[in-house]
Every structure is written in C-alpha cells, then in structure tokens.
C-alpha cells in the first residue's frame, strides 16, 4: 500500500485547509485510513480516521467540529478539510491506513504516507 498526501501550508487562524491522501497498491476495503499529527517534539496524535468498508468516522475531540473526513471510493482517497483552524493545529499531518479493527494509536499503523506541513499563524 502506498499513500501519497498533499495539501499543507501556511493559513491563518480561522481559516481552511483540505489534505488528500491517495492511495495505491491493492484494495482497501477492509482497511481504516486517516490523519495522525505531530507537532514539533511531540508525538504523533490521532485527529481522524474514516472506515473505507461503511464509512464510520472518527474524530480526536480537539477537532470534532471543525475538521470533517472523507473518502472517494473512485479515486482511492481520503480527505480532510480542515475549518476554523487554530495555531494549535500547527504540525506535520500524517496519513496511515491498517486493517483490521479500529484504531487511534498510531502505533498499530503499518502504512504511513509521506507527511504534509500544516501551519496556521495567530
């Protein structure tokens, strides 16, 4: 499985960002697939994740609210936009997918797309 992430950059606070990650390499029916975060000297943090079989999402309660993920079966990919941005959202966002059962420990992920920067200014 490979997962390719775009979208990051510098936004002011109050404003929206929306980050794709796609997928390639096999079906994904039975995975999950999301966002984790990682702030400057901190550990990754769970933020959203979305079931590709039912569409069940999952939200850290920082973000419930204002951040929103989804999928598109047809292209393989996963979105989150991201609204009402706050500095505290700053950091390096993550997309990862694994199957199985839910998860928001990051740990328990074994595909892990390239990282995107987010920064919002105060």
């Known amino acids: 499985v490979q997962l390719q992430a775009s979208g990051g950059g510098l936004v002011q606070a109050g404003g929206s960002l929306r980050l794709s990650c796609a997928a390639s390499?096999?079906?994904?029916?039975?995975?999950?697939m999301g966002w984790f975060r990682q702030a400057s000297g901190k550990e990754p943090e769970f933020v959203a994740l979305?079931?590709?079989?039912?569409?069940?999402?999952y939200y850290a309660d920082s973000v419930k609210g204002r951040f929103t993920i989804s999928r598109d079966n047809a292209k393989n990919t996963v979105y989150l936009q991201m609204n009402s941005l706050k500095p505290e959202d700053t950091a390096v966002y993550h997309c990862?997918?694994?199957?199985?059962?839910?998860?928001?420990?990051?740990?328990?992920?074994?595909?892990w797309g390239q990282g995107t920067l987010v920064t919002v200014s105060s």
């Open positions: 990862a997918a694994r199957t199985g059962i839910y998860s928001s420990n990051y740990k328990q992920y074994g595909y």
């Open positions: 390499g096999r079906t994904f029916r039975s995975y999950f």
């Open positions: 979305i079931s590709w079989n039912d569409g069940t999402t």
